[in-house]
């Protein structure tokens, strides 16, 4: 799991969307989020959450509303288009990404 990691990881670092399949870009990013689920993170603002992937959909514990796919692909591109350098969850511009956020971070794909 830590080689799926480590692509994305370079992906980010070398601000590389224009060589990789978009398709495989988010079966890979939701693989490696798949092996997250359960795991607790906390928000900026120190609450802690888990969430669960079901289908196309992250479901956050402390939310009623998904996260859907394409809404954290596209944050993911967000993040990768700023080479890693975001200074909260708000640059991720997408909703839901006051969970991306640390969840990217965590996985160190965000440079502080």
Same mark, same amino acid.
């Given at each position: *799991?830590?080689?799926? !990691? ?5 992906? &980010? ?16 990013? %939701?693989?490696? $989020? =798949?092996?997250? !689920?359960? &795991? ?17 959909? *992250?479901?956050?514990?402390? =939310?009623? #509303?998904? /996260?859907?796919?394409?809404?954290? $692909? $596209? ?5 990768? #288009? ?8 708000? =640059? $991720? ?9 640390? /969840?990217? *971070?965590?996985?160190? %794909?965000? &440079?502080?």
């Amino acid at each position: *799991m830590k080689k799926m !990691e480590e692509k994305l990881k370079k992906i &980010v670092e070398e601000q590389n969307l224009e060589q990789e399949n978009p398709e495989e870009l988010a079966l890979l990013l %939701w693989q490696v $989020l =798949k092996q997250y !689920e359960q &795991v607790e993170f906390q928000t900026v603002k120190g609450l802690a959450f888990t969430y669960v992937i079901k289908g196309n959909e *992250m479901f956050i514990d402390r =939310k009623e #509303k998904s /996260i859907t796919k394409s809404s954290v $692909l $596209l944050a993911f591109q967000n993040l990768v #288009k700023q080479g890693g350098i975001i200074s909260g969850p708000k =640059k $991720l511009g997408t909703f839901g990404a006051s969970y991306l956020y640390p /969840i990217f *971070m965590e996985l160190g %794909w965000i &440079v502080e």
